[in-house]
Each structure stands twice: as structure tokens, then as C-alpha cells.
Nanobody, 125 residues
Framework: QVQVVESGGGLVQAGASLRLSCAAS????????MGWFRQAPGKEREFVAA????????EHANSVKGRFIVSRDNNMNTIYLQMNRLRPEDTAVYYC??????????????????WGQGTQVTVSS
């Protein structure tokens, strides 16, 4: 069983930056495609960003493109989500997801087998 743990959330003002981290408890981290999703109160969970095993393939949701950047460090078994110019509408619980089967999981949440407990990001106006 792989554990996925997010960290780095918090309360910030609009325009600020945060960096989320997600660590996976596996010795074969390089075999995992990883993704970030978020869920705001009363809304469906939505895709934020995804990155392939190697890190060479990645994408971001249109709503965060140009502000958020996903990256990974396979030596640290960790992926990151650098969030810049945060907006109140970015307020949500952010979840990290992992999958050991596909090279690249993309934006479909059903492609991911393992999920973290989430970290809260709150952006005040």
C-alpha cells in the first residue's frame, strides 16, 4: 500500500504564493504518474495539474495555467505545486493522487489509484 501525504497548505491573502508538496511512500516513485486535484465547498472535485513519471509531460487546468506550476523530484519521492497569484476562487482542499500503472495519468481522476488526505488552501480577498 502506497501512502500519499500532502503538505504546505494554509491561509494567505489574494496575490500571495504557496508551494504544496506531496510525498509518496514507495521505493519506486519514478514509476508513478502524479496529479493534483482540488475540491471547494459544495463543488465537484476538479483537476488542477498532472505530471508524468519522468516529469517531461505535464499539464495544468485552464483555470490555473500561467499561475501554478507542477514539478517533481524523483530523488525525494515528492511532487510540488507552486501556486502564484492566488485568488479567492483557488480556495479548496487540494489532493495529491498517484498511479503506478500509467506513464501519464492526465486530468481523469479515475486514472489514479492512490490519494492523499488533502491539504486546505484558503485565499482571502
Amino acid at each position: 500500500q502506497v501512502q500519499v501525504v500532502e503538505s504546505g497548505g494554509g491561509l494567505v491573502q489574494a496575490g500571495a504564493s504557496l508551494r504544496l508538496s506531496c510525498a509518496a511512500s514507495t521505493e519506486t516513485f519514478i514509476r508513478f504518474t502524479m496529479g493534483w486535484f482540488r475540491q471547494a465547498p459544495g463543488k465537484e472535485r476538479e483537476f488542477v495539474a498532472a505530471i508524468s513519471r519522468s516529469g517531461l509531460n505535464f499539464e495544468h487546468a485552464n483555470s490555473v495555467k500561467g499561475r501554478f506550476i507542477v514539478s517533481r523530484d524523483n530523488n525525494m519521492n515528492t511532487i510540488y505545486l507552486q501556486m502564484n497569484r492566488l485568488r479567492p476562487e483557488d480556495t479548496a482542499v487540494y489532493y495529491c493522487a498517484a498511479d503506478p500503472v500509467r506513464y501519464y495519468g492526465g486530468s481523469d481522476s479515475t486514472n489514479y489509484e492512490y490519494w492523499g488526505q488533502g491539504t486546505q488552501v484558503t485565499v482571502s480577498s
